[in-house]
Nanobody, 124 residues
Framework: QVQLVESGGGLVQAGGSLRLSCVVS????????MGWFRQAPGKERDFVAA????????DYADSVKGRFTISRDNAKKTLYLQMNSLKPEDTALYYC?????????????????WGQGTQVTVSS
């Protein structure tokens, strides 16, 4: 079994930055592709970013390209999401996800393991 725990969310003004973390524990950690998804109230859970085990391959939603950076530290079993130039529309519950996938999959249905989420609120 794999457990994911997110942290780092909070309230920030538009234009500000936050860094989310996701710590993985349990039976095994890899070689998992990991991703970040977000869900705003009344909306679907959308893809934000994904990264392969090596860290060399990443993928981003168009809405966050150039502002967000996904990274991972496999030795620490931790996934990160650096979020800069935040906008009110980035407000959502952010989830990390993991699974043994062959690529940076953007579909949420492909990920078996999920965290409980961390809230990000961006004020205008």
């Amino acid at each position: 079994q794999v457990q994911l725990v997110e942290s780092g969310g909070g309230l920030v003004q538009a234009g500000g930055s936050l860094r989310l973390s996701c710590v993985v524990s349990g039976r095994t950690f890899g070689p998992y592709t990991m991703g970040w998804f977000r869900q705003a109230p009344g909306k679907e859970r959308d893809f934000v970013a994904a990264i392969r085990w090596s860290g060399r391959t990443t993928d981003y939603a168009d809405s966050v390209k150039g502002r967000f950076t996904i990274s991972r530290d496999n030795a620490k079993k931790t996934l990160y999401l650096q979020m800069n130039s935040l906008k009110p529309e980035d407000t959502a519950l952010y989830y990390c996800a993991a699974d043994d996938l062959p690529s940076t999959v953007t579909s949420r249905s492909a990920y078996h393991y999920w965290g409980q989420g961390t809230q990000v609120t961006v004020s205008s």
